[in-house]
C-alpha cells in the first residue's frame, strides 16, 4: 500500500526516539561516577563495571531477543524495552548497595536495551530499498543524541537536587515517552507476511541458522569487539578524566555532550556515505579517525582544544557504530537480519563492557588515565587490523545486498 511506503519514515522516528531513550541512559553513567564514588566509596574500576553490567547483559540477551523478532512482531520488543529502561533508572533511584546497582543495570541492559536495539534496526532496514543507508543513518543520529542530552540532564539534575532524585526524574520521564513512542511501531509488509507464513506453518525460517550471511557475521563480530572498545573507554571516562585534569563538572560533562551532537552528524553523514561508496569503506574509515584521536583526551589542558577533539572524536566514533549496524543490514538476508544484528551485537557490547572496565581498572593501578586511553587506541589498531584482513582475505570492499 502507498500509506505503507511512507511509514517506514515513522519507524526511523521510532527508532531515533527509542534509541537515544536507551544510548542516553548508558552513556550517563559516566556522570554518575562520581557522586556514586562519594556516596558509597566504591573504587573507580567497580562503579563503572555498572556499565559492564548492562553492557553484557544487553549482550547475552540480544541474541534469543533478536531471533523472536525476526518471527514475532516488533511492536513487543518496543514495549518491552521501553518499560524495562524506566524500571532500571527508577531501580537506581533506590539502591543502597553495590549488588542492587548492578542488578538494576543488569535489568536496563538484558530487557531495555536489548530488546530495543536487537529489533529496531532490521525493522527499519527492511522498509527501504533506496536511500536504506540515509534511513538507518538518520535514525541511528538518536543515539548520538541521547548520549548528549541524557548525560547533560543528569549532569544538571544532580547539580541542582542529588543522584538519586536524578535517577527517579529520568526514570519518570522514560515511562512516559518510551510507553507513548512505542505505539507507533508496525513491522514492514514484506515481515508481516512472512510471520503470518510461520504462523501457518508455510516457512522455515525459525532456524538457528545464519545460512550465507555467516563468514560476515563472523568478521564484523571480531571487528567490533575492538571498535566498540576502544569508544567506551571515551564515552564512559572522558568526563571523570576531564575532571580530574581540573575542569569543572558541568564543562566535563559539557564535552561529552559535545562529543554526542558531533556523533549526530556523524551518523547522519555515514549513513549517506554508505549508499555512495559502501558501508565497509565507510566503516574502514570512520575507524581509522576514531583510533588516531582517542589517546589525546587525558593530555590537552586547553579548553578551546578539547572541545575541537570532542567534536571531530564525536563524528568519528558515531560513523563507526552506524556503518557497522548499516553492513549487517546490506550484507545479510532480510529473514534473519535481527538474529545477525543480535550476534554482531553480542561482541560489540563484550568490547563496550571491556572498555568500559579496562579504563576504570588501569585508572586504579596507574593513577591516572593515560594508560586507559592508550588501552582504547590499541583496541581501535586492533579494529583497523582485522578489516584490512577482511580486504586481503579476497572479501569484496563492497557488498551486495542479499534479499
Known amino acids: ?26 552513556a550517563a553513567v559516566g556522570v554518575f561516577l562520581k557522586p556514586l564514588i562519594t556516596e558509597f566509596g566504591w573504587s573507580r574500576g567497580a562503579t563503572a563495571a555498572g556499565y559492564t553490567v548492562a553492557a553484557f547483559s544487553a ?27 524506566a524500571i532500571g533508572l527508577l531501580l537506581l533511584s533506590q539502591i543502597s548497595a553495590i549488588w542492587q546497582f548492578y542488578l538494576a543495570y543488569f535489568l536496563f541492559g538484558a530487557f531495555g536495551h536489548a530488546a530495543i536495539a536487537s529489533t529496531i534496526w532490521a525493522n527499519i532496514g527492511q522498509w527501504f530499498t533506496h536511500n536504506k543507508g540515509l534511513a538507518l543513518g538518520v535514525g541511528l543520529a538518536g543515539s548520538a543524541f541521547g548520549q548528549a542530552a541524557v548525560p547533560f540532564c543528569a549532569s544538571l539534575l544532580i547539580s541542582a537536587l542529588d543522584w538519586q532524585t536524578a ?26 507476511e512472512r510471520i503470518a507464513a510461520i504462523k501457518y506453518g508455510a516457512d522455515a525460517g525459525g532456524a538457528w541458522t545464519l545460512g550465507s550471511a555467516k563468514s560476515t557475521v563472523i568478521w564484523l563480530s571480531v571487528a567490533t569487539i575492538f571498535c566498540c572498545s576502544c569508544m567506551s573507554v571515551a564515552t564512559v571516562h572522558v568526563v571523570p578524566a576531564l575532571s580530574d585534569n581540573g575542569f569543572r563538572p558541568e564543562i566535563a560533562a ?25 558501508p ?21 589542558q586547553s579548553l578551546a582544544i578539547v572541545y575541537i577533539l570532542a567534536a571531530v572524536f564525536g563524528f568519528f566514533f558515531s560513523g563507526v557504530m552506524s556503518s557497522m549496524i548499516i553492513c549487517v543490514n546490506f550484507m545479510v538476508p532480510e529473514k534473519v537480519a535481527a538474529r545477525c544484528w543480535a550476534i554482531v551485537s553480542l561482541f560489540a557490547w563484550i568490547g563496550m563492557g571491556l572498555g568500559s572496565y579496562m579504563g576504570g581498572a588501569l585508572f586504579d593501578i596507574s593513577g591516572d588515565y593515560t594508560w586507559s586511553f592508550a588501552f582504547a587506541t590499541f583496541m581501535g589498531c586492533g579494529n583497523l587490523i582485522v578489516v584490512l584482513s577482511y580486504r586481503l582475505s579476497g572479501s569484496p570492499l563492497k557488498p551486495i545486498a542479499v534479499k
Not at 500509506?3 to 526516539?17: A, I, L, N, R, T
Not at 541474541?63 to 524495562?84: S, V
Not at 529520568?170 to 508496525?186: E, K, Q, S
Open 254 to 278: 559539557s564535552v561529552l555532550t559535545t562529543i554526542m551532537v558531533a556523533g549526530a552528524m556523524g551518523r547522519l553523514c555515514s549513513g549517506k556515505l554508505c549508499d555512495m561508496i559502501g
Open 1 to 26: 500500500m502507498k500509506s505503507d511506503s511512507y511509514y517506514g519514515w515513522v519507524m526511523v522516528f521510532v527508532g531515533f526516539s527509542l534509541s537515544a531513550l536507551s544510548f542516553g541512559g548508558l
Open 59 to 85: 549482550a547475552a540477551f540480544g541474541i534469543p531477543l533478536g531471533y523472536f523478532a525476526d518471527r514475532k512482531p516488533t511492536r513487543w520488543f518496543m514495549f518491552m524495552g521501553a518499560t524495562a529502561l
Open 280 to 300: 565497509l569503506q565507510t566503516y574502514a574509515c570512520m575507524s581509522l579517525g576514531q583510533t588516531c584521536l582517542v589517546a589525546w583526551f587525558p593530555h590537552i
Open 167 to 192: 535517577y527517579l526524574i529520568l526514570g519518570l520521564v522514560y515511562l512516559l515517552l518510551g510507553m507513548a513512542i512505542a505505539t507507533l511501531t508496525r513491522d514492514p509488509p514484506s515481515k508481516r
